[in-house]
């Protein structure tokens, strides 16, 4: 068979997955598959239960009811030893980057290193230097305190370390978030590429309209605790239901687009305009 001809690989399988906190039923019944190799984000208003969901694919959370599979594990009653395998294979770039502020760039990018494996202090060193520079960061950025950086290195840096172990999955929390458009922008150009040049999965939940309409392969729209509609933005933005609508509506909304579809046209024309 043509690999053209064969269904994409399922990396993440959520199958009715139910998650209550106390008498808040925040999911009610969650369907949600990923493919291997694709940039996919999970969008929906407060409270919708997106950081929840995201919590349930790295382990951090266990829903009430439902099955959750990552990378063809079955997360209920994982055991401790299967759990720690499976966490060395996905990497995580928190909200907020989450780096000690007591230890330099590079020391915090060598941490997972330093915990999972068996390595020098020169080979780990070694390793971080190589993530920083997947990151584009500079060298001399290493022996910097994550106090010393600006907002989007600060993210940079936080990346290389969710990198550092070579993960299949890679989970993005608002990666974009904080940031100014210059840096914003930087930041989606370098997640499209790691993609492209790693062949990671990539799951984000992001409010960016820049992100999800130029960056994101695939959108899940949370909303009324099920999933309103998965597809592109483009084809979302074709889909009637109000809770979908909702993210199409405004002028925020509708500059993104124009932005996208000037992009596609210049792209477009590119090839005629190099000279012969």
Known sequence: MADADRAPEIVIDMQQVVTRFGSHVVHKGINLQVRRAEIFAVIGGSGSGKSTLLREMILLHTPNEGSVQV???TLADITAAAALALRQRFGVLFQHGGLFGSLTVLENIGLPLREHRKLSDAQIDSIAK???????????????YPSELSGGMLKRAALARALVLDPELLFLDEPTAGLDPQS????????RELCEKFGLTIVMITHDLDTLWQVVDRVAVLADGT????????????MEQPGIQAFFEGPRSR???????AVAASAHKEPSSKPK
């Open 227 to 238: 999933v309103q509609g998965v597809g592109s933005m483009a084809a979302l933005s074709k």
């Open 130 to 144: 190589t993530k920083l520079a997947a990151v584009q960061l500079h060298a001399d950025v290493a022996n910097q």
């Open 71 to 73: 990378l063809g594990t």
């Open 184 to 191: 914003a922008a930087g930041i989606d150009a370098l997640v």
């Open 255 to 261: 500059a993104a687009q124009t932005q996208t579809h």
